[in-house]
């Protein structure tokens, strides 16, 4: 079976059963021309799962959607977020805030009052116009449609100091009947989810269970999500949500065929990696996407210390943007992960090219590491030859306009 997989399509409004609004609503008090909210509608019920930042400080959409799920996960209907700000250490009025929020979108489009998640993001540490935010779940439930150009609307609607919408959908028949998954996304900055700022929905017509539906978004995440980071901060809203709605009449959960299974998390893994992929590629103000591969750990755990010691290393991601190949700072950054690695057997690539060879530099190719390193896009690779533990990275690098952007707000 083929997964067909569209890149920058509309996003959620390609998935049957579910509709999308979007307004502006003035949220950043710079004009009404900015989309800043949005609605995700399903046109019934739905099982839903989710992921979230790891920070101790959690924003009160974050924990408003923990709540939401942990009771009513197996009858959600739609997703109300917001763009402008964050919603986060807001104390008990944003926790309020938040409520208000899912309340409103459920009477917009008359769900019931515990069926609605909540997203935010944007600036920290203000209370939401909560004038401005009714006023935009107004407007954008009178615009709910399936249309192509709500969708892209819809997408836009997320985002903060991102350049362009995020958007995928992938497509799969199973006995006749196609199953769609498609997801939008945001983040630029404030990247290193643990489940930056960043936002995920995703929608399938598929069926299954809240749980099962949490164990395959976990699985995607793990692999995607979780392996990206442009700044090495850990946002406090971090959320990625997946609703499944089941109108296609194909069942996806633990009695389904392992062949379906496997397809629809096949299917779903891509989903999560491209919008995972665009966001890194959207990173604020940088030059460079490298894909950071650690190969032959001990473990998983190891291979992904040394990979996020070398992502998110200053001196490392400063190199890469004077497109300097200075392996010595990788060496430095892995050993600095202190996973017991083992200098002798250290290799070293620049793509394919040879840096060090079994702790051995290789200085006579420099000329051709150079020339790598001047790609917007290339891998870093680290064979440590103690294990068949990997494990992948996605960063960027650090620029003075990254500097320039983030000095104030």
């Known amino acids: 079976m083929s997964i067909e997989f569209t890149n920058d399509s509309p996003g959620v409004s390609d998935v049957p059963g579910f509709r999308v609004g979007a307004a502006g609503c003035d949220i950043r008090n710079k004009g009404l021309d900015r989309l800043d909210l949005t609605l995700v509608v399903a046109d019934r019920p739905c099982s839903a799962a989710g992921v979230f930042t790891t920070n101790d400080v959690k924003a009160a959409p974050v924990r408003f959607c923990q709540q939401v799920l942990a009771v009513s996960a197996d009858r959600i209907r739609g997703i109300v977020g917001n763009s402008g700000n964050a919603n986060a250490c807001t104390a008990a009025q944003g926790d309020a805030d938040a409520a208000a929020m899912a309340k409103l979108s459920a009477a917009a489009v008359g769900a019931p009052d515990d069926t609605f998640l909540v997203c935010s993001t944007g600036r920290i540490g203000e209370l939401l116009p909560m004038a401005k935010v009714a006023e935009g779940i107004k407007v954008s439930a009178a615009r709910l449609s399936r249309d192509a150009a709500e969708g892209v609307r819809s997408a836009n609607a997320i985002l903060t100091s991102d350049t362009r919408p995020k958007s995928v959908t992938a497509r799969f028949v199973w006995e006749g009947k196609t199953v769609t998954i498609a997801g939008i996304a945001k983040g630029a900055g404030m990247i290193e989810?643990?489940?930056?700022?960043?936002?995920?929905?995703?929608?399938?017509?598929?069926?299954?269970?809240p749980a099962e539906l949490k164990v395959a978004l976990k699985a995607s995440s793990d692999q995607s999500f979780n392996c990206v980071s442009v700044d090495g901060d850990m946002s406090t809203n971090d959320t990625v949500l997946l609703l499944a709605s089941g109108v296609s009449g194909v069942s996806v959960g633990a009695s389904a065929p392992a062949g379906l299974r496997a397809l629809f998390q096949e299917a779903l893994d891509k989903v999560c990696f491209a919008l995972a992929e665009k966001i890194v590629g959207d990173?604020?103000?940088?030059?460079?996407?490298?894909?950071?591969?650690?190969?032959?750990?001990?473990?998983?755990?190891?291979?992904?210390?040394?990979?996020?010691?070398?992502?998110?290393?200053?001196?490392?991601?400063?190199?890469?943007?004077?497109?300097?190949?200075?392996?010595?700072?990788?060496?430095?950054?892995?050993?600095?992960?202190?996973?017991g690695l083992d200098e002798s057997k250290l290799d070293i690539f620049y793509d394919d090219v040879p840096a060090v060879l079994g702790g051995k530099p290789l200085p006579e190719n420099k000329p051709r590491w150079k020339q790598v390193v001047k790609a917007a896009r290339f891998a870093v690779r680290l064979k440590l030859n103690l294990g068949d533990a990997k494990f992948r990275l996605l960063a960027a690098d650090l620029t003075d306009g990254y500097v320039n952007y983030n000095k104030s707000e």
């Open 193 to 209: 989810p643990n489940m930056a700022t960043m936002l995920a929905f995703v929608c399938t017509d598929a069926a299954a269970s």
């Open 283 to 339: 990173g604020e103000k940088i030059t460079k996407v490298v894909a950071v591969e650690i190969e032959g750990a001990r473990t998983r755990a190891d291979a992904e210390k040394i990979a996020r010691a070398i992502g998110n290393s200053l001196l490392v991601k400063s190199s890469w943007y004077g497109e300097d190949p200075n392996w010595g700072r990788l060496a430095d950054a892995a050993g600095y992960a202190r996973t």
